[in-house]
């Protein structure tokens, strides 16, 4: 009777062993966002919670206490691997992610980008993101049709080597100079809105004298709209911002805030859960998903506010 125990358990052993790698079932999909500071970050969340519900699956997902932080991020994927998630989306802090992707891979473990890449050297099945740079220049012409040929801008940037962000600000740089606006300013704000408000106080004076400003991230946005509302009777320039929040609808409600460059985290967070949770063996290797963007300005504030709230 033991005897035959045992050669069930053998037989059972050499089954599991032999499993190939990519038949690894997803049944714990991890996300892991850059940070958890921005709305944004948190609709991506919202967004894989409710594709992990319609498709069955156990959900978890973690973020680095201070957004660019690679180490932690890092400790977080091996955290969830060990805690037995077979599927990952990941929004990669830099290029070194790709390490541990390549090691997921082995495993037979996939893995999603989204928000952004790592200038073309992914490791991960796909990429869902918008097109950063179009969504750049889309910036600029909205800027150039409100302030007209030969009219001055500051494009704020967020920090370098985040290549969302780098590519919105090479869009908008790259169009801006193609519709005649003279750049003036040119500087980096920092990670974080604290960052931003901190950066952008101390040259105030330089951004009131300029027709325009993009800033291309939702810190950036709101330290910007922070420092100039310190004196709401001065002269206000033409701003165009990035990603959306409450604070950031009333700045556009008020007239402080002209528009601002939405994506969709809540489809960037669904669609990439919905990705490897399917049987990765059909799918190309490499897919790149582009969501679109929307320009909001007051105009158009109440019905994206109201298609919001539905999601």
Same mark, same amino acid.
């Given at each position: 009777m033991k005897d035959r125990y045992r050669i069930k358990f053998f037989f059972a052993t050499i089954i599991i062993i032999f499993i190939p790698f990519s038949?690894?079932?997803?049944?714990?999909?991890?996300?892991?966002?850059?940070?958890?500071?921005?709305?944004f970050w948190r609709q991506v969340v919202q967004g894989a919670r409710q594709a992990a519900k319609d498709h069955h699956v156990a959900f978890k997902y973690r973020a680095p206490t201070q957004e660019g932080r690679v180490i932690a991020q890092k400790r977080i994927i091996e955290e969830f691997r060990k805690e037995g998630c077979h599927a990952f989306v990941i929004a990669p802090v830099d290029i070194s992610i790709n390490e541990d992707v390549a090691a997921l891979k082995k495993l037979g473990i996939p893995s999603v980008y989204v928000d952004r890449g790592t200038?073309?050297?992914?490791?991960?099945? #796909?990429? =869902?993101?918008? /097109?950063? %740079?179009?969504? +750049?220049?889309?910036?600029?012409?909205?800027?150039?049709?409100?302030?007209?040929?030969g009219g001055t801008v500051a494009i704020l940037r967020m920090r370098k080597g985040v290549t969302s962000t780098s590519a919105?600000?090479?869009?908008?740089?790259?169009?801006?100079?193609?519709?005649?606006?003279?750049?003036?300013?040119?500087?980096?704000?920092?990670?974080?809105?604290?960052?931003?408000?901190?950066?952008?106080r101390r040259i105030i004076s330089?951004?009131?004298?300029?027709?325009?400003?993009?800033?291309?991230?939702?810190?950036?946005?709101?330290?910007?709209?922070?420092?100039?509302?310190?004196?709401?009777?001065?002269?206000?320039?033409?701003?165009?911002g990035f990603d959306f929040n409450e604070n950031i609808a009333?700045?556009?409600?008020?007239?402080?805030?002209? #528009?601002? =460059?939405?994506? /969709?985290? %809540?489809?960037? +967070?669904?669609?990439?859960?919905?990705?490897?949770?399917?049987?990765?063996?059909?799918?190309?290797?490499?897919?790149?998903?582009?969501?679109?963007?929307?320009?909001?300005?007051?105009?158009?504030?109440?019905?994206?506010?109201?298609?919001?709230?539905?999601?």
């Open positions: 038949q690894v079932k997803a049944d714990c999909v991890a996300v892991i966002p850059a940070g958890w500071q921005h709305v200038d073309g050297q992914d490791q991960a099945r #796909a990429i =869902i993101a918008t /097109d950063n %740079y179009m969504a +750049g220049r889309r910036a600029a012409q909205q800027l150039a049709k409100r302030i007209g040929r919105r600000e090479k869009g908008f740089v790259e169009a801006a100079e193609e519709a005649g606006l003279k750049i003036e300013l040119d500087t980096y704000l920092g990670l974080t809105t604290g960052d931003a408000m901190r950066t952008s330089r951004l009131r004298k300029v027709d325009g400003i993009f800033t291309p991230n939702e810190s950036t946005t709101q330290g910007v709209l922070i420092s100039l509302s310190q004196k709401p009777d001065l002269p206000r320039p033409i701003h165009i009333q700045a556009i409600d008020n007239g402080f805030l002209y #528009a601002t =460059i939405v994506q /969709d985290p %809540y489809q960037m +967070g669904y669609q990439g859960v919905e990705l490897v949770t399917q049987d990765h063996e059909i799918l190309p290797k490499q897919r790149k998903i582009m969501i679109p963007i929307s320009i909001v300005t007051k105009e158009k504030l109440s019905e994206f506010r109201s298609t919001s709230d539905h999601k």
